[in-house]
């Protein structure tokens, strides 16, 4: 399980991030630690010695003296502008490579016209809704106001759309075996696999965890048709929609049917579940808080998976 999620961490751009940020605190407490300047009249660099000196002589090195940075989080009496920085961060460094739970699942491809061709290595969505891409220039160059066309990768966008279906069918069989009491608490789909972390109240067996496997198979080859709808907030309510971590819609929905599944999503999916083929369950976490994590797979995927 580590190797898996460290794997996955490793490729999103939180984790490159979060280890940016570590190395510029360390080395921020590294030269506070080794190099201190007084400010009294001894003036200049203290080391540990000359500060072993200055006690024996019962002068006070309080607030001159470099003090670990961890002592700020065991009662000591040295404080730094690093045990600050460092206590403050620390709860965000540990969550960043975890960022893109709620992210939806995002395309790739490549740009072209006849003078340049780029290829799309992410894609954020901004605060008012826009979607911006980050491209790399594979070649020539591209001005403001050229016309230019898309391709997605047809493979990953089809990966995608296998685990995210099979995603939306895991969460209603979850609810069907262990009941109404089942809220998803994340979730994260990308072409080789889905993560969907949710709520429960008990214990997971073995046996259980087979028998939500075979249920999410079983409405696989049901062969449900998808079905995509537009309509306002309550009309998709009223209709047993699911709505996810008290989001804010706007005045119109799109609505997912997938079969006995019907949820507010705005990703990519197949067109009839038999398209998934097949759904395997990898790995259950209790990652605890009564907070459970499966991880899965579908198709050809399915034993890549089974071996991280």
């Not at 940016?20 to 007084?38: E, M, V």
């Not at 404080?79 to 790739?108: C, M, R």
């Not at 069918?169 to 994260?188: N, T």
């Amino acid at each position: 399980m580590f190797r898996f999620e460290l794997k996955r961490c490793m490729k999103g751009r939180g984790f490159k991030a979060a280890f940016l940020i570590s190395l510029i605190l360390a080395a921020g407490h590294f030269t506070a630690f080794c190099i201190c300047f007084l400010h009294n009249e001894y003036g200049g660099i203290i080391t540990d010695k000359e500060a072993v000196k200055l006690l024996k002589a019962g002068q006070s090195v309080l607030g001159i003296y470099p003090a670990n940075i961890f002592e700020g989080f065991i009662g000591g009496e040295q404080y730094t502008f690093w045990n600050g920085v460092y206590f403050y961060l620390l709860p965000i460094i540990a969550v960043l490579p975890f960022g893109t739970s709620f992210f939806e699942d995002e395309d790739s491809g490549y740009l072209k016209n006849d003078k340049c061709k780029l290829e799309v290595t992410n894609v954020i969505k901004a605060p008012n809704g826009q979607h911006l891409l980050e491209v790399k220039v594979l070649e020539g160059t591209i001005n403001k106001g050229d016309k230019i066309l898309t391709h997605v990768s047809k493979e990953k966008r089809l990966a995608i759309m296998k685990n995210h279906s099979a995603a939306h069918l895991l969460q209603k069989s979850l609810q069907e075996l262990l009941g109404d009491a089942v809220h998803q608490a994340g979730s994260k789909v990308d072409e080789e696999s889905l993560r969907f972390d949710f709520t429960y109240q008990g214990k997971l067996s073995d046996e259980l965890i087979l028998k939500v496997e075979n249920l999410v198979n079983e409405k696989i080859q049901a062969g449900y048709e998808t079905n995509i709808e537009y309509m306002n907030i309550k009309e998709a309510k009223e209709k047993g929609a699911i709505a996810l971590f008290s989001d804010k819609y706007g005045s119109t929905v799109r609505v997912v049917t997938l079969g006995p599944s019907i949820e507010l999503c705005a990703g990519t999916h197949v067109s009839n579940t038999k398209d998934i083929n097949k759904f395997a369950i990898a790995i259950v976490e209790n990652k605890g808080a009564d907070t459970y994590r499966i991880i899965g797979a579908t198709d050809t995927n399915i034993p890549k998976v089974l071996e991280e």
